[in-house]
């Protein structure tokens, strides 16, 4: 199975950018659906995109949809969750997290391979 290693996080003003990146490890990454989630202090772990292994398919979290595009490059083992008009309530640490599967997971439950996770702060 993979293993899974984020980085990209920061800290940024409210209206940026910043674009996580999600290394893996191992020679069957494409068997794998990807999904990144995201944790707030005090809350519990949610949903915020997800794509298919050969990123045919992707689906967003309602809060994230149009400002966020998760994408893959299976040649290089690597997720990207490129993350624009940040908001305060995007802080967070996100996670990536893998499971080998056909279908598009997007329930924490789905996923069994987790990375991490790397601090996001948008300061307003």
């Known amino acids: 199975q993979v293993q899974l290693v984020e980085s990209g996080g920061g800290l940024v003003q409210a209206g940026g950018s910043l674009r996580l990146s999600c290394a893996a490890s191992g020679r069957t990454f494409s068997s794998y659906a990807m999904g990144w989630f995201r944790q707030a202090p005090g809350k519990e772990r949610e949903f915020v995109a997800a794509?298919?292994?050969?990123?045919?398919?992707?689906n967003y979290a309602d809060s994230v949809k149009g400002r966020f595009t998760i994408s893959r490059d299976n040649a290089k083992n690597t997720v990207y969750l490129q993350m624009n008009s940040l908001k305060p309530e995007d802080t967070a640490v996100y996670y990536c997290?893998?499971?080998?599967?056909?279908?598009?997971?997007?329930?924490?439950?789905?996923?069994?391979?987790w990375g991490q996770g790397t601090q996001v702060t948008v300061s307003s």
């Open positions: 794509i298919t292994y050969n990123g045919g398919l992707t």
């Open positions: 997290a893998a499971r080998a599967t056909i279908d598009l997971p997007i329930r924490r439950t789905d996923y069994n391979v």
